[in-house]
């Protein structure tokens, strides 16, 4: 097993990484936990695999569960199904004392995590991320939100989960195009801190061949982003670094209706799209956004788009979070393996 220490004080917390682990979950809760009610959230498609799986072994450590299966996809992060989630907790009588466990991709870690966070004005919970996107990413660091009809994770939480537990054999049940959003988010990592990583992706054959060294893939994404969020907990700073590609991103996506790009296929295209233009302005390495490319292409992942509207999309990036005071704080490469935020206005994107 692999695991690190997230270093926030009194919200500190651990990340278990190891193949199998899903087995003694059970086990790891009961280290956690001394409470008895647990409520288990996940969707359809993890339910299938993992469902009574998990239900079991908490039960078998004397715990009382109640599951709660939501739909699958982008579209379950909205307000109508954080009220599902409130009147279940109602019915389960779940208090203070008791524990959530969001159990599946980065769209139930989100609004379980924000369900934890605003329920009774807070309760424990664990995130138990079942995709790569997740395990190396949004399960990591406390953002919890749900989205509205204008936008990604407009409104949302800083809540950090009490334990992490990343079972990485639970992603051989992933499609590849699910396994492949994921890889959005781990070439980033390499785009941003760490060539070394970014190289082993680009020589790799592909899936197969990442899933060899899956643990320490997951391990390195997961350090680079403690790292940043012991620095920069509230994201006031350092921690944007970590939205590299996802202005453009969520712009895309939102303009699509989260319907034809999935989010680790979106900011691939924000990647090499900022990278483009950064290039063009003198602010990346020259060669930098065909290497992107070819290592998104590598990995199936999209790198342009066809967009009939490009002011919608230039009103939607306005929109971002990042936009203080009608200036947007963009992260752009240097060169692989290093980056910085930048101010600009929206003119940057305007040609």
Do not use: W
């Not at 406390?142 to 054999?169: M, R, T």
């Not at 060899?212 to 994201?235: F, G, L, N, Y």
């Amino acid at each position: 097993m692999q695991e690190l220490h997230v270093d926030l004080g009194n919200i500190s917390y651990d990340i278990k990484i190891a193949k199998g682990l899903r087995h003694t979950i059970g086990t790891e809760i009961k280290n956690i936990f001394n409470g008895r009610k647990i409520a288990l959230i996940t969707d359809e498609n993890v339910d299938k695999y993992y469902g009574s799986e998990t239900e079991k072994s908490l039960k078998n450590q004397g715990f009382d569960v109640r599951k709660i299966v939501l739909k699958a996809g982008e579209k379950t992060k909205s307000f109508n199904s954080l009220m599902t989630l409130y009147n279940e907790f109602i019915d389960f009588n779940l208090t203070r004392s008791d524990l959530i466990i969001t159990m599946g991709g980065g769209v139930i870690g989100d609004l379980g995590g924000f369900a934890a966070a605003t329920y009774l004005r807070g309760i424990k919970f664990v995130q138990f991320p079942t995709s790569l996107l997740a395990q190396v990413d949004s399960s990591v660091g406390g953002k919890v939100a749900v989205d509205l009809e204008k936008g990604k994770n407009l409104v949302g939480a800083f809540y950090h989960p009490s334990l992490v537990i990343i079972d990485s054999e639970m992603l051989d049940t992933l499609p590849d195009r699910v396994f492949n959003d994921g890889m959005g988010e781990v070439i980033k990592y390499g785009l941003i801190g760490d060539k070394e990583l970014f190289d082993k992706l680009y020589n790799a054959g592909g899936r197969n061949d990442v899933m060899k060294i899956i643990d320490d893939v997951i391990h390195t994404c997961c350090d680079i982003k403690r790292i940043v969020v012991e620095k920069d907990e509230k994201d006031t700073g350092l921690r944007m670094i970590l939205n590299f590609g996802h202005t453009i991103g969520h712009a895309i996506e939102k303009y699509f209706n989260f319907e034809k790009y999935t989010h680790g296929e979106a900011i691939s295209i924000g990647m090499y799209e900022i990278t483009k233009i950064s290039e063009e302005k003198g602010l990346t390495e020259k060669g930098t956004a065909d290497r992107i490319i070819n290592i998104l292409v590598k990995y199936d992942l999209p790198y342009d788009v066809k967009i009939d509207n490009k002011e919608e999309i230039i009103d939607t990036i306005s929109l971002d979070k990042k936009n203080l005071n009608n200036v947007l704080n963009l992260i752009v490469l240097d060169k692989i393996g290093s980056c910085r935020i930048i101010k600009e206005s929206r003119q940057f994107f305007i040609k």
